[in-house]
């Protein structure tokens, strides 16, 4: 079930760094923080609980297998994880690794930025962490970085 008016559901351009027939991990291309990812269930289901447990249990698989390819790779002084879906009611993680020097620290990402920082994420990290990714969660059926 999609809904064609989803930005989620219907994606115009993004960097996909896995995926199955479940559910995506993109960069979310933030300003400033340039390994901020989205893990997007495919479905359009508004809520968590919506998911039967295997489908709960399987997307926090992801979830986590996102958040420990990031903790290696960027060595992060936090991660952040959050559900919110206010913008895009389509059930999406955010998972955002933060640095002592990223625009908001140590504020919520979504307060006012400190100091702004156009960051592009390093093609050579976004492999790695590809690889990573795909390495405990299996073949992604997306073999492009963009669809």
Request: hydrophobic content about 40%; some cysteine.
């Amino acid at each position: 079930m999609t809904d064609q008016s989803c930005p989620y559901c219907s994606p115009k351009v993004e960097t996909v760094l896995w995926s199955d027939a479940q559910a995506r991990v993109v960069l979310a291309n933030e300003p400033g923080y340039p390994y901020w990812c989205r893990v997007i269930w495919t479905a359009h289901v508004k809520e968590f609980s919506s998911l039967n447990a295997p489908d709960r249990s399987r997307l926090m698989d992801i979830v986590a297998s996102l958040e420990a390819a990031l903790i290696a790779e960027l060595r992060p002084a936090k991660m952040n994880l959050a559900s919110l879906g206010t913008l895009v009611p389509h059930l999406h993680w955010h998972v955002i690794p933060r640095q002592e020097d990223d625009p908001s620290y140590p504020d919520p990402v979504w307060n006012q930025p400190k100091t702004p920082q156009p960051l592009a994420p390093d093609p050579k990290v976004v492999a790695r962490i590809k690889a990573r990714v795909t390495s405990d969660l299996g073949a992604s059926l997306s073999p492009s970085q963009s669809q």
